[in-house]
């Protein structure tokens, strides 16, 4: 009587499944004609199920990627884009808080696909206030900003002298503050940018991670706070974020700089945008005639 025991069935299996390739490659070798590549099976089973990429299924194939390519759309073989999954992109917007830009980075596309996709599946998108709480709330922020309290405060005569009242700026903060000026118009350009930006932070309008404009995120281009007529009164609605190159454009748009010749300026614009009273209107404005320019 013949017994198997498991590890002998497993090991048989296992060889099995090792060389069940092999053997057809090699029979592939062997037989020109055959080309196992243009093969429905064939490629379902290396590109969706095994995951291979284009060019690994070419070289144990003896051809190159192009032509896996050709036939995956010849059998319109494709794989499924995580990011058209609406569940999916649900989950990782709305339950896990990342960042169009994140998302972006895992399915190795632009956050711009992402917000399409966003938009498209009618997901509510963030506000630029919303998304800088967001990433202001991440643990490895909230981290640093813990570490560096810590290490102050671990300074016994740091603490001594900064406790409660002992601490210099105690009750000094606006109009009690030693630098304080009591005309806005006096202070100097970077001071009365400062003290909007407060001004901004007060009101909820926090510096956005991207672009408003463009959805460039901030780490690619520098984002001014910038000032609609150049005159940079103490009024919260004359400022807007928008990313260096946006805030050119709209400089030639304005007739503020006249030396960009490609864009050309719009006449009366300055006036339609001091003819607003609200916000939004501003922004959609500004929207409107920058994304033109695009
Ligand atoms: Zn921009
Ligand atoms: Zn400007």
């Not at 064939?42 to 690994?56: A, D, G, N, R, T």
């Not at 946006?246 to 400089?251: E, L, Q, T």
Request: glycine content about 4%; charged content about 30%.
């Amino acid at each position: 009587m013949l017994i198997l025991d498991n590890s002998i069935i497993l090991n048989y299996v296992s060889y099995i499944l090792i060389n069940k390739h092999n053997i057809i490659y090699s029979r592939t070798m062997e037989n020109k004609e055959i080309k196992i590549y243009t093969y429905y099976n064939f490629l379902f089973w290396h590109y969706i199920v095994l995951k291979m990429s284009m060019k690994e299924i070419g070289k144990i194939c003896g051809v190159d990627g192009k032509t896996i390519y050709k036939y995956l759309k010849i059998h319109n073989i494709k794989r499924e884009k995580l990011y058209m999954n609406k569940g999916w992109l649900i989950h990782m917007y709305i339950e896990l808080e990342l960042s169009p830009y994140e998302i972006g980075e895992i399915c190795r596309v632009g956050h711009v696909t992402i917000h399409r996709c966003l938009r498209k599946f009618n997901i509510p998108i963030r506000s630029h206030s919303e998304a800088a709480k967001i990433s202001h709330n991440r643990p490895e922020i909230k981290k640093k900003i813990s570490d560096g309290q810590k290490r102050v405060w671990s300074d016994l005569d740091y603490r001594e002298s900064h406790i409660g009242e002992n601490h210099p700026m105690y009750g000094r903060c606006g109009e009690l503050h030693p630098n304080w000026k009591e005309n806005y118009e006096d202070l100097s350009y970077e001071i009365k940018h400062r003290r909007i930006h407060l001004m901004l932070e007060e009101m909820s309008i926090f510096a956005p991670e991207y672009c408003p404009y463009c959805n460039k995120p901030k780490g690619k281009r520098k984002l001014d706070l910038m000032n609609l007529f150049h005159t940079y009164l103490e009024n919260s609605l004359d400022y807007y974020y928008m990313c260096q190159k946006c805030h050119k454009i709209y400089h030639s748009l304005a007739g503020l700089e006249k030396r960009n010749s490609k864009v050309k300026s719009i006449p009366n614009l300055i006036k339609d945008l001091l003819k607003l009273k609200t916000r939004v209107e501003r922004e959609q404005l500004l929207k409107k005639v920058i994304l033109k320019c695009k």
